[in-house]
């Protein structure tokens, strides 16, 4: 079995903010995860990202916000996408951004 891409898809928040979503299933998981996704999301801001879940290998599943990495718990790739989603709003909020 190959990898199967399942998201692979850029959305618009505004004139200046950007999400990219890209989530594959994988025969085996990745180097660091116990599952068998491999994804990268990521909230971009006047061309800088400023809000990034992936799993490269070696590295497992974390996120990056606020200039820091921590170690991200993944579940399910519906949860993924809506605690990224969260993330995407709190970071707004936090930094009135439209």
């Not at 890209?22 to 990745?30: G, I, N, Q, T």
């Not at 809000?51 to 497992?60: F, M």
Request: proline residues 3%.
């Amino acid at each position: 079995m190959k990898a199967v891409e399942l998201i692979c898809t850029r959305v618009a928040y505004s004139a200046l903010a950007f999400a990219e979503l890209a989530l594959w299933r994988l025969p085996k998981s990745v180097e660091g995860s116990l599952h068998k996704f491999k994804y990268r999301l990521a909230y971009v801001v006047r061309g800088e990202c400023v809000l990034r879940y992936d799993n490269e290998g070696g590295k497992g599943d974390h996120r990056h916000f606020g200039g820091k990495e921590r170690a991200y718990v993944f579940t399910t790739p519906e949860q993924l996408i809506a605690d990224f989603q969260n993330d995407i709003a709190r970071w707004n909020h936090e930094n009135s951004n439209p």
